[in-house]
T-cell receptor, first 113, second 116 residues
Framework: DAKTTQPPSMDCAEGRAANLPCNHSTISGNEYVYWYRQIHSQGPQYIIHGLKNNETNEMASLIITEDRKSSTLILPHATLRDTAVYYCIVRVDHYNQGGKLIFGQGTELSVKP | KAGVTQTPRYLIKTRGQQVTLSCSPISGHRSVSWYQQTPGQGLQFLFEYFSETQRNKGNFPGRFSGRQFSNSRSEMNVSTLELGDSALYLC???????????????FGSGTRLTVV
């Protein structure tokens, strides 16, 4: 079962910041949070990931609450090309047995002119 | 550097047949994971291979199998195809190990399998 809960859809005005929330209240201490997006059934595109600290890269920022039960992906200046399904994912790891990404249903973000 | 390559991109098979899909990971990556995406179930983990060994497995029937070669390329096989196996099959490449498990996954474009 998915370990994350996301709103099914969101709208954002072009040029504004898009803030996508994610709830992962059952996350364990060593489980990472990943964000991916998928456009038109292409392969998911990596955006960012983190464990407990806030992270930023050229695409987005990831804000993780102190208790790690939720996080927010921030796209600082959304463009029409950011319209996609955004997945918040918890990676479940087993020592020396690798990890697997547990996908939820994602948020369909529509960026409007 | 080259990305993750999946072949073929599209495939049409008949019920009862078998199919083999291929995934070439990013150079230097030793882990390949496979996922199935359908409209009803979303993205689901199939299995992961690391250094030619299956390290992790999802909840799929034994008709779904895979292997990994010494150059890290991986294949997955589905035998006795059913209509419900129609899906986008994605593979993800990663280092598979790292300090505090801190590594990312790069997905390929997928193979679209249609079973008729």
């Amino acid at each position: 079962d998915a370990k994350t809960t996301q709103p099914p859809s969101m709208d954002c005005a072009e040029g504004r910041a898009a803030n996508l929330p994610c709830n992962h209240s059952t996350i364990s201490g060593n489980e990472y949070v990943y964000w991916y997006r998928q456009i038109h059934s292409q392969g998911p595109q990596y955006i960012i990931h983190g464990l407990k600290n806030n992270e930023t890269n050229e695409m987005a920022s990831l804000i993780i609450t102190e208790d790690r039960k939720s996080s927010t992906l921030i796209l600082p200046h959304a463009t029409l090309r950011d319209t996609a399904v955004y997945y918040c994912i918890v990676r479940v790891d087993h020592y020396n047995q690798g990890g697997k990404l547990i996908f939820g249903q994602g948020t369909e973000l529509s960026v409007k002119p | 550097k080259a990305g993750v390559t999946q072949t073929p991109r599209y495939l049409i098979k008949t019920r009862g047949q078998q199919v083999t899909l291929s995934c070439s990971p990013i150079s230097g990556h030793r882990s390949v994971s496979w996922y199935q995406q359908t409209p009803g179930q979303g993205l689901q983990f199939l299995f992961e291979y690391f250094s030619e060994t299956q390290r992790n497995k999802g909840n799929f029937p034994g008709r779904f199998s895979g292997r990994q070669f010494s150059n890290s390329r991986s294949e997955m096989n589905v035998s006795t195809l059913e209509l419900g196996d129609s899906a986008l099959y994605l593979c993800a490449s990663s280092l598979g190990q790292g300090r505090f498990f801190d590594y990312g996954y790069t997905f390929g474009s997928g193979t679209r399998l249609t079973v008729v």
